[in-house]
C-alpha cells in the first residue's frame, strides 16, 4: 500500500496515545491490564487504514482487537477512522513493524492473527518478507495459543498459493479454503479496503484458516 506523505501524521498519532500505543512491549504479558478486561485479543498483521479492525471491534464487543501497521502515513488514516467510529473500548492499534511481536505478546497471549491482503512480495528474494513466510509463522505460534489459529484473505493468487503450501509444509492444518469468498456472501465478513477494491473489479476474493498444532 502506497501512501503519500503526510508531515501532519506523527502529530496526529502522538496526539492520540490512548489508540496508538507508544511503546507497546511496556505491555507485554498485561495486555488484559490495558484493556481493563480479560476477554481474547486478536491482532491484525498488515492493518492499512483499519477498516477491517475497526468493522471487527464495532461488530465483536466482546473480544478485544489490536492492528498492527509499520507505516505512519498509513496508519494515521486508520486512527481518523477509529476516531470516527467514537473509539472503540475494545481497539488499539499499534505503529510497529510486526517482526517486533515477540517483544510486545507474551506467549499465548493472542487469540487469534488476521492477515488481509498482505503484500505479495513476489521475487524469490523476498520471500522472507512474505506475512505467511515461516520467519513469520514461527512469531505467530510464539505468541498464540496451541492450536491457535491464522485467517487470511487475499486477491494474490500466487501469495494464497505460496501460504496454503508453506502453511502445510510447517504442520499447520487447514480449513474452510474458499477459493471466491464472495461467492456465497457471507454475513461475518468484514470487507478491507483492499477487499472493496479488488471485490468490486469482480476478481475473486481468497480465503482461509490454518490452526497450528502443538
Ligand atoms: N489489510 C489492509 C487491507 O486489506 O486493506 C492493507 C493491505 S496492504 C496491501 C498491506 C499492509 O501491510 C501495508 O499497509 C503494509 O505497510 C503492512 N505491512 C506489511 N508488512 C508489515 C509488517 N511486517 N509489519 C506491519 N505492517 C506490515
Same mark, same amino acid.
Given at each position: ?14 496526539? &492520540? ?7 507497546? =512491549? ?37 473480544? &478485544? ?37 515477540? =517483544? ?27 506475512? #505467511?513466510?515461516?520467519?513469520? *509463522? ?15 484473505? #487475499? ?5 494464497? =498459493?505460496?501460504?496454503?503450501? &508453506? ?6 492444518? *487447514?480449513?474452510?479454503?474458499? *477459493?471466491? *469468498? ?9 470487507? #478491507? ?15 482461509? =484458516? ?5
Amino acid at each position: 500500500m502506497r501512501a503519500r506523505h503526510k508531515p501532519w501524521a506523527e502529530s496526529y498519532i502522538n496526539e &492520540n496515545p490512548d489508540i496508538v500505543i507508544q511503546e507497546p =512491549e511496556r505491555l507485554k504479558g498485561r495486555w488484559a491490564e490495558e484493556f481493563g478486561n480479560d476477554r481474547p485479543v486478536h491482532i491484525e498483521v498488515g492493518t492499512g487504514k483499519g477498516r477491517f479492525i475497526t468493522g471487527m471491534a464495532e461488530a465483536n464487543p466482546d473480544i &478485544n482487537y489490536i492492528g498492527i501497521e509499520m507505516f505512519r502515513d498509513i496508519i494515521v488514516t486508520a486512527v481518523q477512522r477509529v476516531t470516527e467510529a467514537d473509539k472503540p473500548a475494545n481497539l488499539r492499534l499499534l505503529n510497529v513493524n510486526a517482526e517486533r511481536m515477540e =517483544e510486545i505478546f507474551a506467549p499465548g497471549e493472542v487469540g487469534r492473527v488476521y492477515l488481509n491482503f498482505s503484500d505479495p512480495w513476489p521475487k524469490a528474494r523476498h520471500a522472507k518478507r512474505r506475512l #505467511t513466510h515461516d520467519n513469520f *509463522l514461527v512469531r505467530y505460534e510464539r505468541i498464540l495459543p496451541p492450536e491457535g489459529e491464522v485467517h487470511f484473505k #487475499t486477491d494474490n493468487r500466487g501469495l494464497f =498459493e505460496y501460504s496454503l503450501m &508453506n502453511m502445510t509444509d510447517y504442520g499447520m492444518k *487447514l480449513a474452510d479454503v474458499s *477459493l471466491d *469468498l464472495h461467492a456465497d456472501e457471507p454475513e461475518w465478513n468484514i470487507m #478491507t479496503e483492499y477487499e472493496e477494491k479488488f471485490s468490486s473489479k469482480g476478481q475473486p476474493i481468497y480465503r482461509l =484458516e490454518a490452526a497450528f498444532k502443538n
